[in-house]
């Protein structure tokens, strides 16, 4: 049995809701709840020893601004919502000091200088002649309808952050752990 965890930011319920409802019209069973990702699997081991070294970096880190924008791709195949905070990027390079994966990891996720913080809508993936994503099309339809059904874009405070653990019996990632940002 696989043992994965990743941690994220979670939007305000309000927003998360409006997000799950667009994203339901494409997507029949969501993989994991919308959230912003802050660190991804690489270094997230099994034996749960990082978490302390998370905590001890939330403990110093003050509740941020993050401002959710206009929608942008990776490639041309994965739809995401565009991330603004310059805090977003200390806490990320901060964790990832504390946890210290190694090189490979750290290239395999997309971390530090390749770290792009996105909420992910949809994405389109075809495998010879077999969808298991979305179609290109209905990629663009999720982009055309985002800047007018999702916006105003919000901004909001995180005061905390979500560890994910993934249940393989569903295939879902689930909510873990919530760790609190200094006050």
Known sequence: MKVEY???????E?????????QSRWINKLSVEPHITLKAQGGL?????????????????????VSIDKPKYFGDNILYL?????????????ILQEISP?????KQYFE????????????????????IGLSKKEVKDMEQLANIELTPYPDFEVNFIRVYELNNEEQRYERF??????N
């Open 14 to 22: 309000e927003y998360l809701k409006r997000i799950e409802q667009f």
């Open 82 to 94: 565009s991330i603004n905070s310059n805090n977003l990027y200390d806490l990320h390079q901060k």
């Open 45 to 65: 081991t099994p034996d749960k020893k990082w978490i302390d070294k998370v905590y001890r970096v939330c403990e110093d880190f003050k509740p941020f601004k």
């Open 177 to 182: 752990l919530d760790i609190p940002l200094s």
């Open 112 to 131: 530090l200088d390749a770290f792009v913080p996105h909420l992910t809508l949809g994405k389109e993936q075809c495998c010879e002649n077999i969808s």
């Open 6 to 12: 990743f941690i994220g930011i979670v939007p305000p």
């Open 102 to 106: 190694s090189e490979d990891l750290i």
